[in-house]
């Protein structure tokens, strides 16, 4: 198998992602974070394929084939797709939706079907942020439902309870999640146990339920119940939520210790589970109102509700931080508006805080609860962003595989074949949900969608504005610049064009009738790859007269601070003092116009996330008492 989608640099990343930690400790990490969401899938996912939307009955044709379902779902959508290929897909170490397209660009640049490309990555992002608002509602009702187990009586509880816990968990997401990370790992490690022990002391009662994991008890209920088992596929995908996360949050861990951990603790207890409570419900079928926590004893059923309550809050936490790492991802190749990002940590990059993503979540996920009242009716909303964001994986990687990487034909069509069957057939089953409620993320998904491209596409046509309206720097330099005033110190100009005259620096000539004598034409550019070194990050031209164009290049999921770069710049005359630069900045104004671009209510929307970006002042980390915005009109 050919090993190209591994990185190159593998090495020189590894003081990113701290990859040089021991392999087992980076592994109990990925248990904590990695594995949180599909972890907790049995407390749901059982339950809901049997007494769901779309109930079956508690024959053994039906349960050994669900079992076996969710078995060979398992193995083929985790094991096999994700661990063994999309996890070779690595752009410098990170993984994700937008860093497999920033991947397949970078290795395939001029590629003529690489707009088609970005819209799909575009897509499974937008997918990605309604799977982050479902999974902390669905998962955490979904726990505090087992004290109805334990005494039907506090039904009335479990939504305040919910409640509580959620709105807690966003409450203390500014803090940052570094000081109580380290407590996730045992906390999951733990409850990964329970699972297996669990799942173990219910087999012994019903050995015979280990054959439920031949493929062929899959086939005969596909058989004998076709549109019972593919309405059921809807559910059973619940088995494999967050398996996406696991080329996500590669990045932080690294793909050897996450395949560690799924292969040696989590695809065993996982499935050890599952057949405990398919050997529970052959035995006893009333169990089937809450299989997961009825296979414990009763004295253990209350110890056990807050364990899988903890667990839950560590998988929502995960679901959390990674809403934060997609939307910094997306700020950074230019799909959203600059916001407000916060470094809760001082020693682990990634641990970020973004109040307005924060916000919106709660609000979303209040919503959800509140509007669907328990894990069953949420059942329904969950899945379709999942197994939408899974195919798009799919059609993603196939490009690469086929056309990058070069595999085989012969042999990788087939399996890419398998991959797209299985992941349609899932994604099929869950729209028959969308009037239960599967309409929610689709909307979340639309919204976002719109969103993310609308804003692309709103700065390409007003950057390519821009550019027709500028000045040719050298004839700027030979002409106006000669002839003005020239005072002491030093300007920085920033644009976001490499070529041409900015227009704040147009506009302080018109106004202010003067040039210092030290001029930098300063653009940042966003790399489709992670990390920049320290070595690549700063390009200098001179471009005579005390002008200088300066590039600084920075990775996509790296913090930017242009007066931590500057003040390292050489080549261009005496280091650069602070109390004598002044930064100038260009804020356009937009028009909305009847010129070919975007629809007007486009135009509308793209100048209302204008409005509502951070200033580039604060992205950018300016000196306050050092910058001057200028503004002009733009009409795209």
């Known amino acids: 198998m050919s090993n190209q989608g591994a990185s190159p640099d593998a090495s020189a990343h590894a003081d990113h992602h701290g990859h040089d930690q021991s392999l087992l400790k980076l592994a109990l990490g990925a248990v904590g ?165 669990l799942g173990i002391t219910n087999i012994i009662a019903n050995p015979g339920i280990i054959n439920a994991l031949n493929p062929l008890f899959a086939a005969k209920f596909i058989a004998a119940k076709p549109l019972a088992a593919f309405l059921a596929l809807g559910s059973v995908v619940l088995s494999v939520t967050g398996a996406e996360a696991l080329y996500a949050d590669m990045g932080h861990f690294g793909a050897r210790p996450i395949r560690l951990a799924w292969y040696a603790l989590v695809l065993p207890a996982l499935m050890i589970n599952y057949l405990g409570q398919g050997a529970l419900l052959t035995a006893h079928p009333e169990a089937v109102a809450n299989p997961f926590f009825l296979m414990a004893p009763d004295w253990a059923r209350l110890p056990l509700v807050v364990l899988a309550t903890l667990a839950t809050i560590i998988a929502s936490q995960a679901v959390i931080s990674g809403a934060f790492s997609v939307t910094m991802q997306a700020i950074q190749l230019g799909f959203l508006p600059r916001m407000k990002i916060v470094h809760t940590s001082a020693s682990a990059f990634g641990q970020i805080y973004i109040p307005a993503v924060n916000w919106a979540l709660l609000v979303l996920v209040m919503f959800l609860v509140l509007g669907f009242q328990t894990s069953s009716n949420l059942a329904a909303a969950y899945g379709i962003a999942v197994t939408g964001t899974m195919l798009i994986d799919t059609l993603l990687v196939s490009v690469l595989v086929l056309t990058i990487w070069r595999w085989p034909a012969w042999w990788a069509a087939p399996l890419l074949a398998i991959f797209a069957l299985v992941d349609f057939a899932y994604f099929a089953s869950n729209l028959t949900k969308v009037p239960d409620g599967g309409w929610f993320p689709l909307v979340i998904g639309l919204i976002g969608f719109t969103g993310l491209t609308t804003w692309s596409r709103g700065r390409a046509l007003m950057q390519d504005r821009l550019r027709d309206s500028s000045m040719p720097m050298d004839v700027f330099i030979k002409s106006a610049a000669a002839a003005a005033t020239r005072v002491p110190g030093t300007a920085v ?81 005496p280091r650069l003092k602070m109390m004598e630069t002044s930064f100038f900045l260009s804020r356009q104004t937009l028009l909305a116009s009847d010129k070919p671009g975007m629809a007007i209510w486009r135009e509308h929307l793209f100048s209302w996330m204008m409005r509502n970006a951070e200033s580039a002042m604060d992205f950018f980390k300016l000196p306050t008492n050092r910058v001057v915005e200028l503004g002009s009109q733009v009409e795209i």
């Open 33 to 197: 974070v990695v594995f949180g969401d599909i972890g907790t899938s049995p407390l749901y996912a059982f339950k809901e394929t049997f007494a769901g939307h779309h109930p079956l009955a508690l024959d053994p044709t039906s349960i050994y084939g669900v079992i076996s379902l969710i078995f060979w779902t398992m193995m083929l959508v985790v094991t096999v797709k994700y661990v063994s290929v999309i996890m070779r897909a690595d752009n410098r170490g990170e993984g994700g939706s937008l860093a497999l397209i920033a991947l397949i660009s970078r290795l395939s640049p001029g590629d003529t079907r690489s707009a088609q490309l970005v819209l799909l990555g575009v897509m499974a992002t937008a997918l990605f942020f309604g799977d982050a608002i479902i999974t902390p509602a669905m998962s955490v009702l979904s726990a505090v439902e087992g004290i109805t187990v334990v005494e039907a009586r506090m039904a009335p509880l479990v939504l305040p309870i919910a409640i509580a816990i959620l709105l807690a968990l966003f409450l203390l997401q500014s803090r940052g999640t570094a000081r109580v990370g380290a407590i996730f790992g045992p906390i999951v490690l733990v409850y990964f146990a329970t699972l297996a022990v």
């Open 493 to 573: 100009f920033m644009t976001t064009s490499p070529v041409g005259v900015p227009q704040a620096l147009l506009h302080n000539l018109k106004h202010n009738k003067i040039l210092h004598e030290r001029i930098m034409i300063l653009t940042v550019v966003i790399d489709e790859v992670p990390y920049v070194s320290d070595e690549d990050r700063i390009g200098v031209k001179d471009l005579g007269g005390g002008f200088y164009r300066i590039l600084i290049r920075y990775g996509f999921m790296q913090e930017i601070d242009i007066p931590a770069v500057l003040k390292k710049v050489e080549n261009c005359g």
